[in-house]
């Protein structure tokens, strides 16, 4: 009897760790459900803001705030706290979302903004806002800008 009731502590604990690994690999901002790409931890997350960490030098935010900002007024805010925004804006469609990115720099960092328009939004007003920074001495700024390609195109939209 003692055995058995062993054998189903162990049993739980082995689901309940199964559970948490799983979790630990999706995120949700607001109302996107995401997979949290390879070698980032969530560092920060609330509603409508998930930020991103990998080591001290890679950081991913991504934001969605149900209208209180149009993406003029995100740029506007992100020049206000220092950031240098390229005129230079490439647009492409990963996942659910046609994107406007443009490279961005600050002190030692440079990264990207992405504008992320969900093109399956009937409205028309459900943007979600990304920054991803690295260290300007970072060699393979190409592949993080692919993490984040990959990133989008994981995002699903949830049922509020």
């Known amino acids: 009897m003692r055995i058995k009731y062993l054998f189903l502590a162990f049993m739980l604990l082995v689901l309940a760790g199964s559970i948490t690994a799983i ?9 996107y459900k995401f997979t949290v790409p390879d070698n980032f931890t969530i560092a920060n997350s609330t509603e409508h803001v998930v930020t991103l960490l990998n080591g001290k030098d890679h950081k991913l935010v991504l934001s969605n705030l149900d209208d209180a900002k149009s993406p003029d007024q995100f740029k506007a805010n992100l020049k206000s706290n220092g950031y240098k925004i390229s005129d230079n804006e490439s647009n492409f469609t990963a996942g659910i979302f046609d994107v406007r990115q443009n490279e961005i720099s600050k002190d030692k960092f440079k990264g990207y903004v992405y504008i992320c328009d969900d093109n399956t939004d009937d ?17 393979d700024f ?17 049922d509020d």
């Open 123 to 139: 409205d028309g007003d459900d943007e979600l806002f990304i920054t991803f920074t690295c260290t300007s001495d970072n060699e």
């Open 23 to 31: 979790a630990a690999n999706e995120s949700v901002v607001d109302n």
């Open 142 to 158: 190409a592949a993080d800008n692919t993490t984040v390609v990959n990133l989008l195109k994981s995002i699903k939209e949830v």
